[in-house]
């Protein structure tokens, strides 16, 4: 029998809460309750989810939990101190801890040549920081951006729980403090990035990984002010491999 069987999942991301579900779901005497952020409207009015949703407060409701293990994968809100000390929680990270904790890792990554990756670990009282269960690198090609980079790092996620999630419910897994503190970034930081200056001096490579690790799809990340009109110009790249 398992070690946890009351399990919160916490998350703001539609993709690994049905990643999850597919994983938990055939494992008999597991409870488990599936909710997002009171904010995130896309997720409480899904049609495509596996599984019903409610909004949760980790603030205001967390003194009312009952739940034997919590995980957070992508969760929104920061999970109050007297909760972390009172009932364990995992947090899958889309990181490879402890470099670049915090804020969008991947982004970090292309600029700063850290480590990028996926981190499963338990939740202490700061960001992205407790003791690793399980973590995976990716490679960061020359071509990739930011969200072809957090395609793969997902990919990983999913893996890393594929791989765990057992020994956690037993509660038989084994964990690694990390050797040093790294480094974190916070949303300001990411939002300092994508005011581009068109007078800054850089060499072609740093330029070229400014943008591609500020190209995120339909995400309108880098912008310049357009001298003539004022207006902001939004940019991003395509790079693409020689077939
Ligand atoms: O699931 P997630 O990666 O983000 C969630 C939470 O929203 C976030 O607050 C938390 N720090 C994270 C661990 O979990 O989805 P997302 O859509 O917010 O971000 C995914 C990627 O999209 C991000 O790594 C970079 C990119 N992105 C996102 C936003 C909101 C951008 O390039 N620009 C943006 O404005």
């Known amino acids: 029998m398992y ?36 904010q995130n ?80 670990h338990e939740i202490d009282e700061q960001l992205d920081h407790g003791a690793i269960i399980a973590q995976r690198e990716i490679k960061i090609e020359a071509y990739d951006t930011s969200l072809t980079a957090y395609e793969k790092i997902q990919q990983c996620e999913v893996e890393l729980l594929r791989e765990n999630l057992r020994n956690i419910l037993f509660n038989t897994y084994t964990k690694t403090v990390p050797a040093q503190e790294g480094n974190v970034n916070l949303k300001k930081d990411f939002n300092k990035l994508t005011r581009l200056d068109l007078d800054e001096k850089l060499t072609m490579r740093e330029a070229i990984d400014r943008l591609r690790a500020l190209t995120h799809g339909e995400y309108k990340n880098a912008w310049f002010t357009d001298p003539t009109t004022q207006e902001r110009i939004y940019i991003s790249v395509n790079l693409e491999k020689q077939k």
């Open 41 to 120: 409207t896309a997720l409480l009015t899904a049609t495509n989810l596996p599984v019903p949703i409610r909004a949760i407060s980790m603030k205001a409701d967390w003194e009312q939990f009952n739940y034997d293990l919590i995980f957070s994968l992508h969760c929104k809100q920061l999970f109050p101190a007297g909760l972390v000390n009172k009932t364990k929680c995992i947090n899958v990270h889309p990181g490879f801890n402890p470099y670049n904790r915090g804020w969008f890792p991947q982004v970090f990554s292309i600029l700063n040549g850290h480590t990028a990756g996926a981190t499963i």
């Open 3 to 38: 070690y946890y069987k009351n399990i919160l999942v916490v998350s703001d991301n539609g993709f690994l809460i049905k990643a999850f579900h597919d994983l938990i779901a055939p494992l008999q005497g597991v409870q488990v309750t599936y909710t997002c952020s009171p």
